[in-house]
């Protein structure tokens, strides 16, 4: 669904280029420690109705099987899924 | 509603970008790289999503993008698209991401000619109300009170003197082929009008509302709400420009309260009743002129 990440190499003056850098969608590092709250979903309540995903700002959830998934390697923890979900299947918890 | 999500792309286009939690202008970005897919070549002014974009060397499009001049995303699609077209590309769309202050201010004399000229571009302004990269400041887009770091909040003056420029009129009176509104709120209308522009010859011009926390001093979580609550409360309004009509695509029955709109937000909390009059006032002569002059079935 994602590009993945990739080693972040460092790179000296010369070697930067001048041009079109990268394939796109080159990722090198995550969003994840951003966050303070994570969202939690609960799977008993999800029925897959996909409003989470519709509206992540990051892109982060994806359904699988009819419930939503959560990378939390890219989840900013914004809590826009918790508030949306009508069937509240997703809870904020505090990171620690 | 499943089937807006299962028309779109499961792929993520626009994915690990910095742009800050709850950002609205990201949320449109992706909604609207997923409807027209791989082969859409983004162009991004100076402006949030380029910041977020393009960290050297994470590259959050996975699809060809590229960052254009301030004042020049239009001309950029124009040629990226001839560009593409002379070297017998078919399948592909040119897209442009500009913010309102690269559309309203510094890029509507390349957006004029683009349309002038009916280049088959896709051009959509993510309107946070504000300059957002650069620190909150004033742009032509701003609506009345609001208060930002060039228009602040006193004791004689509150806020933004000037009323949000009707960029979607504007576009409109190029008698282009098809211009619409939008808000990130109402995600389904969006993905509908961004499908609508994908299909349609010559230029097209999508002004969508993307709330953003930062500047509009609203929690992180209420980017969604208050996008739709804009809408609700007849500040903002869904409509559509096609083969000379106007055509409006929501009507609230009635009005949900401009006070408590206001109000939620850091940028308006300093606006006295007289003002939030100004502001109601106001919406009710756009109303009336939308009953007189857009169809509505």
């Keep these: ?96 | 509603m499943a089937n807006t999500a299962d028309s779109i792309s499961r792929e993520e286009y626009f994915y690990g970008h910095k742009a800050c939690a709850g950002c609205g202008g990201s949320l449109a970005v992706r909604a609207a790289l997923k409807v027209l897919g791989k082969n859409a070549v983004s162009v991004l002014p100076a402006g949030c999503m380029s910041a977020v974009g393009f960290n050297f060397p994470q590259l959050c499009f996975s699809n060809n993008s590229i960052i254009s001049t301030f004042a020049g995303t239009a001309s950029m699609l124009t040629g990226v698209e001839a560009g593409l077209r002379a070297r017998g590309f078919k399948d592909f769309t040119a897209v442009g991401f500009a913010g309102d202050g690269g559309t309203a201010d510094i890029g509507i004399q390349a957006l004029s000619g683009a349309i002038d000229r009916n280049d088959n571009i896709i051009y959509i302004c993510y309107d946070n109300e504000a300059y957002m990269n650069t620190g909150i400041q004033k742009s032509g887009l701003t609506p009345f009170g609001a208060k930002t770091t060039t228009t602040p909040a006193g004791k004689n003056i509150h806020g933004n003197i000037r009323p949000k420029k009707n960029m979607f009129e504007i576009a409109a009176a190029h008698d282009i082929p098809y211009a619409a509104t939008a808000s990130v709120g109402y995600i389904d209308d969006f993905i509908a009008k961004v499908r609508k522009a994908s299909q349609i010859q010559g230029t097209k011009y999508i002004h969508v509302i993307a709330p953003c926390p930062t500047g509009w001093g609203v929690p992180v979580d209420e980017t969604v709400n208050i996008a739709r609550e804009v809408v609700d409360s007849g500040l903002w309004y869904l409509a559509e420009y096609e083969n000379g009509e106007f055509k409006l695509n929501r009507k609230p029955k009635e009005f949900t309260s401009v006070a408590d709109y206001l109000k939620k937000q850091g940028r308006f909390r300093h606006l006295s009743d007289e003002d939030i009059d100004i502001i109601i006032k106001s919406r009710d002569k756009k109303w009336e002129y939308i009953g007189k002059n857009f169809k509505f079935d």
């Design chain 1, 1 to 96: 669904m994602r590009p993945y990440v990739r080693d972040k190499k460092t790179f000296s003056q010369s070697e930067v280029p001048e041009n079109t850098c990268f394939e796109a969608g080159y990722l090198v590092s995550v969003n994840s420690g951003w966050r303070s709250i994570r969202p939690v979903i609960d799977n008993a309540k999800c029925v897959g109705c996909q409003q989470c995903y519709l509206y992540c700002p990051d892109g982060v959830i994806s359904i699988n099987d009819k419930k939503a998934a959560i990378d939390y390697d890219f989840c900013k923890g914004c809590g826009i899924c918790a508030k949306i979900c009508r069937l509240n299947a997703i809870r904020m918890e505090s990171e620690r």
